[in-house]
């Protein structure tokens, strides 16, 4: 299958291509490298097993150009970062809605066979319930959740409109190997690096927000399993491991597996954060048989062992 991923150079992207090459897919990514990284992808490169665009989805017309041939498009670039959002508002909902309308209106006068959109569990905010099914109300909290929930909707609006193939995927909390340790997002990685220089975990508020944590192979195994089954499409799914922990606990079970007695520091809560995330995957696993391979402490070990061989610029792949 010839597949496009847009973002593919990022955290969650260029693991996905590695995936879909072993799996003897054809890979296109298309990255503008304000999130990606190319060492992230560089042996895919070297040994010719993707085909990397440098480009940005608002571009209509490299869209056009480059999906000629293209049998599904995972779309996953983005301007991810919370905080960005709330400084730069209009750029992130151009990006990350007006560049998902851009696919979106070219899908719909091409033949794609599917179409996975990613999108996140930021577009409910703050759990009503104690876990978070798909059919949980869409609060957004902050302007990133909310140009995602914008573009979540236009995908189920042209589902509805259109009778397209797009699947929505909604991923909890990642985490693991080549996440940058930079904005909202990253707080695994950011406490690892802290912890392994013994320095204290730094958390924003009073640490009681909770989160729901998925290893980076099981948010790779979700989206393979939306590309292999029919009974996906046209659908919207919640990916995440079902257990909630809070942020202090969560820097303490890291210094902890780090060998590392730091206590956390509290500094100012952030504006638009959410405060409490749980996945209901009941969805995921009986549609899909969807099931997290790693628990929290499993995955949080692996990544620390990546670190501890791997510092983040100076890792080498392949």
Same mark, same amino acid.
């Given at each position: 299958?010839?597949?496009?991923?847009?973002?593919?150079?990022?955290?969650?992207? =260029?693991?996905?291509?590695?995936?879909?090459?072993?799996?003897?897919?054809?890979?296109?990514?298309? &990255?503008?490298?304000? *999130?990606?990284? $190319?060492?992230?992808? +560089?042996? $895919?490169?070297?040994?010719?097993?993707?085909?990397?665009?440098?480009? &940005?989805?608002?571009?209509?017309?490299? $869209?056009?150009?480059?999906?000629?041939?293209?049998?599904? @498009?995972?779309?996953?670039?983005?301007? @991810?970062?919370?905080?960005?959002?709330? $400084?730069?508002?209009?750029?992130?909902?151009?990006? !990350?809605?007006?560049?998902?309308?851009?696919?979106?209106?070219?899908?719909?006068?091409?033949?794609?066979?599917?179409? #996975?959109?990613?999108?996140?569990?930021?577009?409910?905010?703050?759990?009503?319930?104690?876990?978070? &099914?798909?059919?949980?109300?869409?609060?957004?909290? =902050?302007?990133?959740?909310?140009?995602?929930?914008?573009?979540?909707?236009?995908?189920?609006?042209? #589902?509805?409109?259109?009778?397209?193939?797009?699947?929505?995927?909604?991923?909890? !909390?990642?985490? /693991?190997?080549?996440?940058?340790?930079?904005?909202?997002?990253?707080?695994? =990685?950011?406490?690892?690096?802290?912890?392994?220089?013994?320095?204290?975990?730094?958390?924003?508020?009073?640490? *009681?927000?909770?989160?729901?944590?998925?290893?980076? &192979?099981?948010?790779?195994?979700?989206?393979?399993?939306?590309?292999?089954?029919?009974?996906?499409?046209?659908?919207?799914?919640?990916?995440?491991?079902?257990?909630?922990?809070?942020?202090?606990?969560?820097?303490?079970? #890291?210094?902890?597996?780090?060998?590392?007695?730091?206590?956390?520091?509290?500094?100012?809560?952030?504006?638009?954060?959410?405060?409490?995330?749980?996945?209901?995957?009941?969805?995921?696993?009986?549609?899909? /048989?969807?099931?997290?391979?790693?628990?929290?402490?499993?995955?949080?070990?692996?990544? @620390?062992? +990546?670190?501890?061989?791997?510092?983040?610029?100076? +890792?080498?792949? /392949?």
């Amino acid at each position: 299958m010839n597949i496009l991923i847009t973002g593919g150079a990022g955290f969650i992207g =260029s693991h996905l291509a590695r995936s879909l090459v072993k799996s003897g897919h054809r890979v296109t990514i298309l &990255d503008d490298f304000s *999130n990606g990284d $190319l060492r992230n992808v +560089w042996d $895919l490169i070297r040994e010719k097993k993707v085909k990397l665009i440098k480009g &940005d989805i608002r571009d209509e017309k490299l $869209l056009s150009d480059i999906t000629h041939g293209i049998d599904t @498009i995972f779309h996953l670039a983005a301007q @991810i970062h919370v905080d960005k959002s709330v $400084l730069e508002p209009k750029m992130t909902f151009d990006v !990350n809605t007006i560049g998902t309308l851009n696919i979106l209106d070219l899908a719909a006068k091409r033949d794609f066979e599917k179409i #996975i959109y990613a999108s996140t569990s930021e577009v409910y905010g703050t759990a009503l319930t104690e876990k978070i &099914d798909e059919n949980h109300p869409l609060n957004p909290q =902050s302007p990133y959740g909310a140009s995602k929930a914008a573009a979540d909707r236009l995908c189920y609006a042209y #589902i509805q409109t259109y009778g397209m193939n797009i699947t929505i995927a909604r991923n909890f !909390n990642t985490y /693991g190997p080549f996440q940058k340790d930079t904005g909202y997002g990253a707080v695994i =990685s950011l406490f690892i690096k802290r912890a392994l220089s013994d320095k204290p975990p730094i958390i924003y508020g009073p640490g *009681n927000q909770t989160r729901d944590f998925m290893y980076i &192979d099981d948010a790779v195994k979700a989206y393979e399993l939306i590309l292999e089954s029919k009974k996906a499409n046209g659908d919207v799914f919640n990916f995440g491991s079902g257990v909630e922990i809070s942020i202090t606990e969560l820097a303490n079970l #890291i210094t902890k597996l780090c060998g590392k007695n730091l206590s956390p520091v509290h500094v100012e809560k952030r504006p638009g954060e959410v405060m409490r995330l749980c996945a209901d995957t009941t969805k995921s696993q009986k549609v899909l /048989g969807f099931k997290p391979g790693f628990t929290l402490e499993q995955g949080i070990k692996t990544y @620390i062992d +990546w670190f501890r061989k791997y510092k983040f610029d100076e +890792w080498k792949m /392949g």
